[in-house]
């Protein structure tokens, strides 16, 4: 089995966010004391149960974390106009992240509002690039909370679909398996870059992928995989861990 920083299988959802949500928010803020002072930690998250079920889940606790000194991204979002309710940023916010007194929120362009006189996904990935590369330069995010999709997709990296040297960090998506059909998204060297990836995912429908990733199958077969390394923290129901032996 492939050997992960830390394992932990909880019996129902509700328990599976309380136990990430409070140790995730406890490593954030030790990442924070840790940092040099005035700096940020680069934070991103993935939409889905992220967005919908833990960061909401999290608003009583949202004060005990000095958002002044973080940056959040999100690893993809869904290319498609403001406020469409296909967005993952405006999911994040609406959730969370409007309560976070203090935080630096990037997003990334929509497709009626991309950058100036831009209008294509390719023009609109190019300027959030350019966006990357002022932040962020050569680096990656400090620490990740990322979810999963059936088939071991994570960011907008789907099966069949990851270049494992790709070479820019942000990608262009056409012809998503899932739609919406095009996306921008991060790419699979950033993440494997990532000081830390926290992973969590429920149900059984995830068990399959799961089971495969964790016995060692190709990134390119199961995307989830190129992530999964001794710096990664996974947490699972039980339904989800089930074909991880």
């Known amino acids: ?103 630096e929120f990037v997003r990334m ?20 690039a350019a966006t990357w590369r002022d932040l962020m330069g050569e680096c990656s995010f400090d620490i990740a909370l990322i979810g999963m999709g059936p088939d071991g997709h994570i960011c907008s990296l789907f099966p069949g679909r990851v270049d494992m040297d790709e070479a820019s960090p942000i990608l262009a998506i056409r012809n998503s398996p899932k739609p919406p059909p095009e996306r921008i998204t991060v790419s699979m060297p950033v993440m494997r870059a990532c000081g830390e990836v926290w992973l969590t995912t429920a149900g059984s429908a995830k068990a399959d992928a799961l089971g495969r990733a964790f016995a060692g199958a190709s990134p390119l077969e199961i995307p989830v995989a190129g992530i999964l390394s001794s710096s990664t923290h996974v947490y699972l129901d039980e339904a989800a861990a089930a074909r991880i032996s």
């Open 1 to 103: 089995m492939v050997a992960v920083h830390r394992l932990e299988v909880l019996p129902t959802v509700e328990e599976l966010n309380a136990a990430v949500g409070r140790a995730f928010l406890a490593r954030l803020t030790a990442l924070i004391n840790e940092a040099d002072a005035g700096s940020r930690v680069n934070l991103a998250i993935s939409g889905g149960a992220i967005t919908t079920s833990l960061l909401p889940s999290l608003l009583p606790f949202v004060g005990e974390v000095d958002w002044s000194r973080v940056r959040v991204w999100l690893v993809d979002e869904r290319y498609v106009p403001a406020g469409d309710e296909d967005r993952n940023d405006d999911q994040a916010w609406e959730g969370f992240f409007h309560a976070a007194s203090g935080v």
């Open 109 to 128: 362009p929509t497709s009626d509002e991309s950058a100036p006189g831009a209008g294509s996904l390719d023009e609109a990935t190019t300027a959030f």
